[in-house]
């Protein structure tokens, strides 16, 4: 049975990634030195500089998970950890530029116009290999043959998620279970895996146990019919019922842990994302500082009182702060109880309903993000009297608070703001949360610019 050229060459082909790698770093200098001197080759002064670079990623990528296989993972995973990569490479690089004493050759201007070719080249290529080998895939090539042990609801999602999943590049051989699996042929029964593996030992990369957690006993009658076999085992949870967010394997202490719920904005991810907020939110303001004069001004002479509306909200870690706004309502519009803010809310202002619903009531928030109380992207923030209410009937509405409050979200540039459906909304947040990363971020931040802010239910 044909395995695919990667399979026989994995030696061959993880030089070639390695190469890959290497070449956009030099890619991106010599592009770099091009446009900056008018020459592609490094003057000699600066080759120290280049290899040591090449050096760093030579130790570094591999260390942080750049060769691991990436099957049947999205390529946006990918290339957000090539990101990551290059990123801790340049800071590598710089750092040790600083405490040689200046005897490596450095440029900013060089060094600036390096990290965003190098960066564009790598993410191009990286990008460009794995929409090529998805392809590959697709057409039969570099398979890999699973065995799939389970007769289940679980079983069977599997099935079909791997036939309606060809760039997965997995093909199932068949089945062991006391019932037969759709669109799989029944192998034989649980007792019979043993027999079947050493017969056919080959013919089989991976075995996927398919199996309720309730099962334990046969789950482990299983692992010691597999105890001689040289396949990679993988075990496959039925999780319906849990929702998780950013689950996970790892281990404390020796022992195996299932992280059924983290939140992904920690440790390196939170420094990377709290960069974000304050570059990002430095810069806006500084752009918009015309604007936000001219909307505080508007809102002096249309209404007295302050320019700015304060509002206690929760945000991560059920932390409260005060959230601001440009004032749309007269002052003291809420003596006799709380309002549903909205453009058509019969207690704003003229001014404030125009300012409510373009959404620039929400500038101010930048503020709030330079403050450290809030992110650009991220789930909104509720009152905490309306936090009490909704913990309580929708079900995972917490764990919005796993990270930081934003000023936009997923749920907002689908449609779910203001007064809509808060399940849907929940949803969006959990999704968001689920599949965080700074591309994820910047894909949100582009969308509103062009479709988030003025919306018929913008509050």
Known sequence: MSKGFTKENHVLVAIMHRCSDLFAIFLGFALSMWLINGEVWPQKSFILTLFLSFAVAFWLYPHLGMYRTWRGETKLKEVGLAVYCWSINQIVLGAIYYISDNSLTYDNTLFVYWYLIGLLAL????????????????????QRHVLIIGDGNIANRMVAKIYNSPWTGYKIVGSFGDESLRDCELLGDFNEIEGYINTHCEEIDQVWIALPLSDELLVERILYSLRNATQTIRYIPDMRGFRLINHSVSDIAGMPVINLSMSPISGSNQLLKSLEDKLLSGLI????????????????????????????????????????????MPQNSEKDGIQWGGAKNKTNTKFGQFIRKTSLDELPQFINVLKGDMSIVGPRPERTIFVQQFKDEIPGYMQKHMVKAGITGWAQINGWRGDTDLKKRIDCDLYYIDNWSIWFDIKIIFLTIFKGFVNKNAY
């Open 285 to 328: 303001l500084l752009m918009i500082s015309p604007v936000l004069i001219a909307l505080a001004v508007g809102v002096k002479l249309t209404s007295p009182g302050p320019v700015f509306y304060r509002q206690e909200r929760v945000s991560w870690n059920n932390k409260k702060f005060m959230m601001l706004k440009f004032r749309s």
């Open 123 to 142: 993410v191009v290529i990286r990008f460009s290999i794995r929409v090529l080998l998805n392809k590959y895939r697709s057409k039969g090539g570099n």
